[in-house]
Nanobody, 119 residues
Framework: QVQLVESGGGLVQAGGSLRLSCAASGSIGNIVSMAWYRQAPGKQRELVAT???????NYSDSVKGRFTISGDNAFNTVYLQMNSLKPEDTAVYFC?????????????WGRGTQVTVSS
């Protein structure tokens, strides 16, 4: 099992920055990749950024060039640096871990952290 705890959310003005953290514990050696998702009110959860154990990262078009995902290759902690924030970035941000071991795979989720960007 894997436990994920997000932190770092808050209220920020448009153009500002925030850094989210996701602390992972448990069987983190079996995590293949980690990601940040977000869900705005009335909308579906959407993928924001992913990172593999090798450090390869990918971003949604809406955040590319503004957000950076990073973490140690042991996946103890994963970060999401968010710059040039826009009101449309307002959402609950969730940390996700893709777990795989002996042919068994599943996703683990944190409880989320609220990010609110005022105009």
């Amino acid at each position: 099992q894997v436990q994920l705890v997000e932190s770092g959310g808050g209220l920020v003005q448009a153009g500002g920055s925030l850094r989210l953290s996701c602390a992972a514990s448990g069987s983190i050696g079996n995590i293949v990749s980690m990601a940040w998702y977000r869900q705005a009110p009335g909308k579906q959860r959407e993928l924001v950024a992913t990172i593999t154990r090798a450090g390869d990262s990918n971003y949604s078009d809406s955040v590319k060039g503004r957000f950076t995902i990073s973490g140690d290759n042991a996946f103890n902690t994963v970060y999401l640096q968010m710059n040039s924030l826009k009101p449309e970035d307002t959402a609950v941000y969730f940390c996700n871990a893709a777990y795989a071991r002996w042919g068994y795979s599943r996703d683990f989720w944190g409880r989320g952290t609220q990010v609110t960007v005022s105009s």
